[in-house]
């Protein structure tokens, strides 16, 4: 296991420079990174591999950064993630869409809606009434517009779907604060239709012009068993969630519940999920020899190594013959115990049979570890076939 440095690589690793970026910043998530950390693997691997990758796994894609990244550059990719929201929205935003498509989603801002239908509308969350999270006028704006996309057909209908998902948080009073949603009566929430409208213009602008072809293929499924066939990927660009105890499938419900219109949905994504946070499945059984007795003493740790095992074990089994996987993690703090890892997940590589590991650094920060402060760090490990 090698340990280098790259600064620039830090402001890569968060949605920041996603956010302005055509496409890219349809739908703010904050767990996503830059384009430009894709592209520097891809070209990394190309310096090292001395060829271009052709076909590219992202195991976690999220919004569809790695994926939307790939189709902009020509290359073939597919995607796999545990939530029916993340994979609507990389489906939606890698998607080919001619100009009949961008017409009809356009001509649904002049459609008459039917509030009164709406109000009888149920939108079923799991944490609390929605009827609470939204000025009266804009609960009901966003469900007349949900009804009406409901009657839209083709793409143009998933363009409409990820506009009107992506403005929640802006039309609502919650925070997202950390892992929890919360209620805000001081905070002040834009009017729902209006920024609708904003959202949906912005889109088909930015569609205009854009690289067609090369539409990956994106599954609703579970990193730790992929629907791939052996040796098929040249490149694994990816995220994990990180070990933070974050599930979400709620900091993100209330999109997830207006999507699906069903309670259970959030049910499901967590019982897909990486263990990285507690939930009732935290029966470990064997442990990966390299976590240690944090492991024991707390148990998301064991969990997260122990599904992250089965994780590596799979980019392993779908990897060409000199490929790689370039995974994208933060150390941790949790209980006070300072988590390392990027070098478990390094070691864990190496047992599970890869050549070769380097663990590239892109950030640094200063962590409270009481009774002293430890120096933590985020970075992309690179594991090489
Ligand atoms: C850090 S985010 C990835 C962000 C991505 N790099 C981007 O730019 O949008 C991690 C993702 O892993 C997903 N996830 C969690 N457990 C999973 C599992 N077992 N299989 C596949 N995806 C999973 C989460 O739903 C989340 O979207």
Redesign the pocket.
Known sequence: MKITQNPELGRYMT?ELSKEKPVHGWFW?K???APELVEWALKTEQETAGRRPEAVL?????????LLTAKELGIASAG????TL?AFVSRAKTDDYDNADIESALAFLQKKLDYRSAERLDWPFELFSTKAAFPKRNHTEILALREAIENEEGRARNLLLLALLSILPQSSIILKDGGVLKIDKSKRALPAREIFKRKVKRMARELVGRPQGHVPRVFL????ALDIGGGEVDLVM?????LNNID?SKIYGLELSLLAMSKAEAEEVRM???RSFIGRRMDVGEMPPEVGDAGLRIPIVGTYFK?MESCITEMFRVLSPGGAAYVNVSNSVIHETHVIVDEVFAQMAERIGFAETEIVVGAERIADVRPQKVKTRESVVIMRK
């Open positions: 949605f998530y767990e996503g990174y992202d195991p976690f894609c999220g919004v569809g950064t790695t796999v993630d545990a939530s993340a499924g579970d990193a730790r990816t995220s994990p969630p990180y979400y897909r999920a990486i599904d």
